[in-house]
């Protein structure tokens, strides 16, 4: 069964760095742009960081610009996303997600409107920033 696994969440106080995992099983990245997302209970899920499969171009809200890292290792089909700098904002669960296809990602293209477009989903992995 395919599937996306998220690691690498937890507890880290404000200014700390976490690196966020995302790992694929029954099927290669090599292929697909990956997202990651992040969702605050009661709020809208919302575009953090992609990575394009055609020439590893990356984007990054701009929330988050400056302070995360996306990066992806072919040979291991996972894509990270380093954070440092972390602040309470960034409390959330994220999530990463696959879109097949060599198209050029960007923020732009991870509005709700385009979930649906996305092939695979993990299950989210939680990050508390403490202030």
């Known amino acids: 069964e395919a599937q996306l696994v998220e690691s690498g969440g937890g507890l880290v106080q404000a200014g700390g760095s976490l690196r966020l995992s995302c790992t694929s099983s029954?099927?290669?990245?090599?292929?697909?742009?990956i997202g990651w997302f992040r969702q605050v209970p009661g709020k809208e899920r919302e575009g953090v960081s992609c990575?394009?499969?055609?020439?590893?171009?990356?984007d990054y809200a701009d929330s988050v610009k400056g302070r995360f890292t996306i990066s992806r290792d072919i040979a291991s089909d996972t894509v990270f996303l380093q954070m440092n700098s972390l602040k309470p904002e960034d409390t959330a669960v994220y999530y990463c997600?696959?879109?097949?296809?060599?198209?050029?990602?960007?923020?732009?293209?991870?509005?709700?409107?385009?979930?649906?477009?996305?092939?695979?989903w993990g299950r989210g992995t939680q990050v508390t920033v403490s202030s």
């Open positions: 997600a696959a879109l097949w296809g060599r198209s050029h990602l960007s923020i732009a293209t991870m509005t709700p409107y385009d979930f649906n477009r996305y092939d695979f």
């Open positions: 029954g099927f290669s990245f090599d292929d697909y742009g």
């Open positions: 990575i394009s499969s055609s020439d590893g171009s990356t």
